[in-house]
């Protein structure tokens, strides 16, 4: 019987967020492939199809907004989880309306960014993820 570990895909500008989500993650049975900025993060989902790309929002060059958009208009179906610092609840809505299955707040808690995982790599999902 084969078996295939599920795909994640973490784009962050930060190398100190990459490792740690990539030791966690692949300890927690993924197979994770890193990008540093939305550019190179495009390529990678070309190249990896993950079933699930974590991505921050405030990244130099193209941002998460802008790098979600171009996914969106390759038709790549990938879920998308945008990772956020407090006071960018526009920017999380505008991450809503372009598709993103849900999002996280940093500094975040592993645990609760585990099972936010699950739940979108399993297909659950939030109601409505829209903040007023």
Do not use: W
């Amino acid at each position: 019987m084969i078996t295939t570990k599920p795909v994640v895909l973490v784009i962050d500008d930060q190398p100190g967020i990459r490792r740690l989500l990539m030791e966690v993650l692949s300890e927690e049975g993924y197979s994770v492939f890193e990008a540093a900025n939305g550019y190179d993060g495009i390529q990678k989902a070309k190249d990896t199809h993950p079933g699930l790309i974590l991505m921050d929002m405030k990244m130099p060059g193209m941002d998460g907004i802008e790098t979600l958009r171009e996914l969106r208009r390759l038709e790549m179906g990938e879920k998308v989880v945008m990772m956020t610092a407090y006071g960018e609840l526009d920017l999380v809505n505008e991450a809503k309306e372009l598709g993103a299955v849900d999002y996280i707040t940093k500094p975040f808690d592993i645990v609760s960014l585990c099972q936010l995982i699950q739940r979108n790599i399993t297909g659950t999902k939030l109601s409505d993820l829209l903040i007023s």
